[in-house]
């Protein structure tokens, strides 16, 4: 431990160990949102483990670009994080022409922080029973199936095209301003079905309000035993998640990064906050710095080969 100190004093330069003033962890969304809940959430294990107040900041606009940007700007000396998500970190890269950020060139990854799937769903009027049912129902000539997605470019939008993709199902996308009314429109019968995140959509499938058909990742969760996989119902191959992660100015030194990283594990792994998440459907991370960043490079590449395919571009 006294060559930690030692390594942190001499990393910021200054004359006691990292941290010696107040962390600002950056959220690119509003209050109330999954980044924003997740962040509260370390932020207060993280001020009671580090001596030092964590205070998150939202910074809302442009789908996560201007916190982005922000944070890339920032001084790299472990007093700004950002709370990066499939978005900012990856889908960002392909659907935008002029992304005024490189998630691999301006951030140094510390950690995951979530995952989670999203819920196949339709509207209980629509004739599909199991995912087989669905495509060969979206594969008739007559078929007219929507699809409502969270806003253009997301995790979310982009888990529906790869799955046209991968089963060839015609369905047009419809894209709303967020997850509520992602939702509402699938309840109310405005479009036929949508993948939603397994936290919002699950309570509403349990309530009969909408046909839940499947989940998008690749095995099932233990919330939600009886409901497949869409790889199990004949889509073998197929995962999409929605993920979180922290990630500092690159620059950042790695002595920081490491601590950084020991200190969101230990509060996601914590058992307060760990059966919260597996409650709501959701995986805590934790992974290391080296496995985060293959993990954003495997990401851009996927979803870089489904936005070409289906032409999508959010500019």
């Not at 140094?108 to 199991?130: D, G, Q």
Request: hydrophobic share 45%; glycine share 10%; with cysteine.
């Amino acid at each position: 431990m006294a060559g930690l100190a030692q390594a942190q004093t001499a990393a910021t330069g200054a004359g006691q160990p990292y941290p010696t003033k107040p962390i600002r962890f950056v959220v690119g969304f509003g209050a109330g949102g999954g980044n924003d809940m997740i962040a509260r959430t370390l932020s207060r294990k993280m001020t009671e483990s580090m001596g030092q107040q964590v205070v998150v900041d939202n910074r809302a606009g442009g789908a996560g670009i201007v916190a982005a940007v922000l944070v890339a700007k920032a001084p790299p000396d472990g007093y700004t994080l950002f709370a990066g998500s499939i978005s900012t970190l990856a889908t960002n890269v392909s659907m935008h022409s002029k992304l005024p950020y490189d998630p691999l060139r301006d951030f140094l990854p510390v950690t995951t922080t979530t995952s989670s799937p999203y819920l196949f769903a339709v509207n209980p009027a629509l004739p599909a029973a199991s995912i087989k049912d669905f495509i060969a129902l979206a594969k008739t000539p007559a078929s007219k199936i929507n699809y409502a997605s969270a806003g253009s470019g997301g995790g979310n939008h982009l888990s529906q095209e790869l799955f046209k993709t991968m089963t060839g199902a015609n369905m047009t996308h419809v894209p709303y301003k967020g997850a509520a009314e992602q939702l509402t429109a699938l309840i109310a019968g405005e479009v036929q079905m949508s993948c939603i995140q397994v936290q919002v959509a699950l309570p509403q499938a349990r309530a009969g309000r909408i046909r839940a058909l499947a989940m998008t990742s690749e095995q099932r969760l233990p919330v939600a035993p009886d409901i497949p996989t869409i790889a199990e119902s004949g889509v073998p191959g197929f995962e999409a998640v929605s993920w979180q992660g922290v990630v500092v100015p690159a620059g950042t030194p790695l002595v920081i990064v490491n601590r950084l990283h020991g200190e969101v594990a230990k509060a996601l792994l914590s058992p307060e906050v760990s059966q919260r998440l597996i409650a709501e459907g959701t995986t805590p991370g934790g992974i290391p710095p080296n496995v985060f960043a293959a993990y954003i490079r495997s990401e851009i590449a996927k979803w870089a080969k489904v936005v070409k395919i289906a032409g999508a571009r959010a500019d």
